[in-house]
């Protein structure tokens, strides 16, 4: 007899510790960004500063070896310092589909909220990225709060010339 899909995504859930990045997981981290095909990617060196710098403000989730397998890093707003900004969301290709960022995503927000306080979420998402858009939709519903889009930069801004804008999503107030 064999296992359905679900059945191996649930099972490989079981394996999944969710923790705070070290230094040594930025370069895991830097290719599971990479390899998203969707990220911006960053140098290297950014990853392991991250993982360094902002790591109260991150999270890993680790495979029962202990290997990262997704990732969200964050920072909180200097001007607003009840506000978390998430800037890369990822998860490795082997671990898609089980709703692990979601509960990364959980987790961090929960741990900034009971160490330091927290108002609001901020991220920004490309329009073409349904996959954040989902993400972050169903985040704010979850936690029952308002989730308001605005452009944030227009795509002229960026040197490239032909980046998407990239909206803001706003969400919280979170309730006390």
């Not at 059945?7 to 705070?20: G, Q, Y």
């Not at 495979?63 to 490795?92: H, N």
Request: proline share 5%.
């Amino acid at each position: 007899m064999t296992a359905a899909p679900a059945d191996f995504a649930s099972a490989r859930s079981e394996f999944i510790t969710i923790d705070t990045p070290r230094v040594e997981d930025g370069a895991a981290i830097w290719r599971i960004a990479r390899d998203s095909e969707v990220l911006d990617l960053n140098s290297s060196y950014s990853y392991l500063l991250w993982c360094r710098d902002f790591a109260a403000t991150s999270v890993v989730a680790r495979d029962e070896t202990g290997d990262p397998v997704a990732f969200v890093t964050g920072y909180i707003r200097p001007d607003r310092p009840e506000t978390l900004v998430v800037w890369q969301v990822a998860v490795d290709h082997g671990h898609r589909g089980t709703g692990l960022a979601a509960k990364l995503l959980d987790s961090l927000t929960a741990r900034v909220a009971a160490e330091q306080g927290l108002a609001s979420v901020e991220t920004t998402v490309t329009p073409d990225n349904t996959a954040s858009d989902r993400l972050f939709t169903s985040y704010a519903q979850r936690h029952d709060v308002a989730l308001e889009r605005e452009v944030l930069f227009d795509g002229g801004l960026f040197p490239e010339g032909t980046h998407l804008p990239e909206v803001l999503y706003r969400i919280g107030p979170f309730h006390a």
